[in-house]
């Protein structure tokens, strides 16, 4: 794909690309828990219990995508049943820091676009 740069208009723009892939809450929520673990690992069921509202299947299909980017890393313990793990990449690791920018924004302006919202005409 030729890639576009700074073009969101383009399908070919790194940016609509990544927007494309991580622009999900459940994106955001695995990469700030698995942070949180630093270099250590989080279970597939520990991800769905810190993670209210998550389907099985949507944790699954999400963790599936990062794994494909190469943002995260799956291990499988050979155990009855086995046990899968989940980290982060180094590459995810980058991913971080911009998306704490993100949520730090959000924690700061999403009253105000609140306050916007409940006043703006219907």
Not at 15 to 23: E, P, S, W, Y
Not at 84 to 96: F, K, M, P, W
Request: glycine letters at 8%; a positive charge; hydrophobic letters at 40%.
């Amino acid at each position: 794909m030729t890639t576009a740069r700074g073009d969101l208009f383009s399908p070919g723009c790194p940016t609509r690309r990544l927007l494309d892939r991580i622009g999900t809450k459940w994106v955001s929520m695995i990469v700030k828990l698995l942070a949180e673990a630093g270099p250590g690992e989080l279970r597939f069921s520990e991800l769905r219990r810190r993670m209210p509202g998550v389907s099985q299947k949507m944790l699954s299909h999400t963790l599936q995508g990062l794994v494909a980017d190469g943002l995260v890393a799956r291990r499988v313990q050979d155990t009855v049943p086995p046990s899968v793990y989940y980290s982060l990449t180094g590459l995810g690791r980058s991913l971080n820091e911009p998306l704490a920018a993100l949520r730090d924004w959000a924690e700061t302006h999403m009253p105000a676009i609140d306050e916007h919202r409940s006043a703006a005409p219907r």
